[in-house]
């Protein structure tokens, strides 16, 4: 709780290459998933390691993909890539990278070491999956629709264990 009594909201980014496939997509679906569970304090948002996109509306192949499986959150039309800094890392609660190698990257930005405790908070999207373990989300860039299905199917395998472990972060 905050000083004045209010709830502090919890403050998530989900992180990827370039900022308009898996992060965004990420992002669509755990705000989704935050507001059917009716909660109300966790912010969500999105940002690439690289800058290569910045500015770039979400994937039109991830748009579709996320449409035809009834997601209708605002960031599915309104997203802008945008690339992560040092700030947007130590302002979250929790950072969820795609890959090991977005965590590498991430590391990098905030200046730390593998085994860093600064770092404890940005964790692999898929290591919430109790089925896949700590692995790297599919990569649908190079793919077709079925690509970005199959990167939903791995997101959505994963948001309920995020969203356990939100609510023991917001129970602290």
Same mark, same amino acid.
């Given at each position: 709780?905050?000083?004045?009594?209010?709830?502090?909201?919890?403050?998530?980014?989900?992180?990827c290459?370039?900022?308009?496939?898996?992060?965004?997509?990420?992002?669509?679906?755990? +705000?989704?998933?935050?507001?059917?569970?009716?909660?109300?304090?966790?912010?969500?948002d999105?940002?690439?390691t690289?800058?290569?996109?910045?500015?770039?509306?979400?994937?039109?192949?991830a748009?579709r993909?996320?449409?035809a !499986?009834?997601?209708?959150?605002?960031?599915?039309? !309104?997203?802008?890539?945008?690339q992560?800094?040092?700030?947007?890392?130590?302002s +979250? /609660?929790?950072?969820?990278?795609?890959?090991?190698?977005?965590?590498?990257?991430?590391? +990098?930005?905030?200046?730390?070491?593998?085994?860093?405790? !600064?770092?404890?908070?940005?964790?692999?999207?898929?290591?919430? /999956?109790?089925?896949?373990?700590?692995i790297?989300?599919?990569?649908?860039?190079?793919?077709?629709?079925?690509?970005?299905?199959?990167?939903?199917?791995?997101i959505?395998?994963?948001?309920?264990?995020?969203?356990?472990?939100?609510?023991?972060?917001?129970?602290?």
């Open positions: 709780m905050a000083e004045n009594g209010s709830v502090e909201q919890l403050r998530v980014m989900t992180v290459t370039g900022n308009i496939c898996r992060s965004p997509m990420a992002e669509v679906v755990l +705000r989704e998933r935050l507001a059917e569970a009716g909660i109300t304090d966790v912010v969500v999105s940002t690439g690289t800058g290569y996109e910045l500015g770039e509306p979400m994937d039109p192949r748009r993909v996320l449409l !499986a009834g997601y209708s959150d605002p960031g599915i039309g !309104a997203h802008r890539a945008r992560v800094s040092a700030s947007d890392l130590r +979250r /609660d929790l950072v969820l990278a795609a890959t090991h190698e977005h965590v590498r990257s991430l590391r +990098r930005v905030l200046g730390v070491g593998a085994d860093d405790e !600064a770092a404890t908070h940005v964790r692999l999207i898929r290591s919430f /999956d109790p089925a896949s373990g700590p790297d989300l599919a990569d649908p860039w190079y793919g077709d629709e079925v690509d970005f299905e199959q990167c939903l199917a791995e959505e395998a994963s948001v309920d264990g995020i969203l356990e472990h939100l609510e023991a972060l917001r129970v602290r």
